[in-house]
């Protein structure tokens, strides 16, 4: 008895040293898809193609399979997240994609269907890896333009919110962006973004004495402190401690109506 209990043990003390030997830093050589690791890409979609019409029954597709609600305008919305001064929610969501290339398409449906009357926007993105991706698509017709950005959501001290600006603004060549009067970057080509930058909030925000609310606005690259802005939003929401935003401007420059000029922030990550 106590021979076989002897064996016993042994049995299982070399099955453990078997299991132990598959095991590479703490993970078994099992698929990581059965330990719950995400194998997808993030993605994010902000259709800011300003068209003359109303866009409230324009849907986006993805790999050719519709996965957004109806889009609203002229602001524009980041689909599946949200923003300041757009449609959509308050909060930084993205849509879970395969890692790799990936058919995005923007279109109005046929009445009553899913079936494209009219394709505003079609192309491929590659997505890399798991980390997550702002598609930027801007202007009209054939001269639709998109930008892929990957955004960085690592932690940001307290007392500090972080920033990237993308200019989307089709009939301006660059455009400096000020955040309350003060002028933060500069020259930003069409289809150009900065590098991320950190800005204090609340009273030691860049000249608070004279903007009790935060205001961000574009003008033409070049231009003096005092011309009039393009494009302009003043809210206590675009200075939140901790968050992480891509401004973005677009519309077109000296046009009124659903073409106009918009300053807007996607919530990359909240707080």
């Known amino acids: 008895m106590k021979k076989n209990i002897i064996k016993f043990f042994t049995a299982v003390v070399v099955v453990c040293l078997v299991y132990a030997c598959t095991k590479n830093t703490g993970i078994t050589n099992q698929p990581y898809a059965s330990y719950g690791v995400d194998t997808n890409g993030q993605l994010k979609i902000i259709f800011a193609?300003?068209?003359?019409?109303?866009?409230?029954?324009?849907?986006?597709?993805?790999?050719?399979?519709?996965?957004?609600?109806?889009?609203?305008?002229?602001?524009?919305?980041?689909?599946?997240?949200?923003?300041?001064?757009?449609?959509?929610?308050?909060?930084?969501?993205?849509?879970?994609?395969?890692?790799?290339?990936?058919?995005?398409?923007?279109?109005?449906?046929?009445?009553?269907?899913?079936?494209?009357?009219?394709?505003?926007?079609?192309?491929?993105?590659?997505?890399?890896?798991?980390?997550p991706y702002t598609l930027h698509i801007t202007d009209t017709a054939a001269n639709v333009k998109s930008i892929l950005v990957k955004n960085l959501i690592n932690p940001v001290d307290s007392g500090y919110c972080r920033f990237r600006f993308v200019n989307l603004i089709p009939n301006l060549t660059a455009v400096d962006l000020y955040l309350n009067g003060t002028l933060m970057k500069s020259n930003i080509p069409y289809l150009g973004m900065t590098d991320t930058f950190s800005v204090a909030v609340g009273a030691n925000a860049p000249n608070y004495i004279n903007y009790a609310t935060p205001t961000w606005a574009v003008r033409p690259a070049g231009s003096l402190p005092t011309s009039a802005v393009t494009a302009s939003y003043a809210s206590t929401t675009v200075?939140?401690?901790?968050?992480?935003?891509?401004?973005?401007?677009y519309g077109y420059a000296g046009v009124t109506g659903n073409r106009s000029p918009y300053l807007s922030g996607a919530l990359d990550k909240n707080q």
């Open 49 to 131: 193609s300003a068209y003359t019409t109303a866009k409230n029954t324009t849907l986006i597709k993805l790999n050719g399979n519709v996965v957004s609600n109806y889009i609203t305008f002229p602001k524009a919305t980041p689909f599946p997240g949200g923003g300041y001064n757009t449609g959509g929610s308050n909060y930084a969501l993205y849509l879970a994609v395969p890692k790799g290339s990936n058919t995005v398409s923007v279109i109005l449906p046929k009445v009553g269907t899913t079936t494209d009357s009219l394709v505003f926007f079609s192309g491929t993105v590659n997505i890399p890896d798991n980390s």
């Open 239 to 249: 200075l939140q401690n901790q968050a992480v935003l891509t401004l973005f401007s």
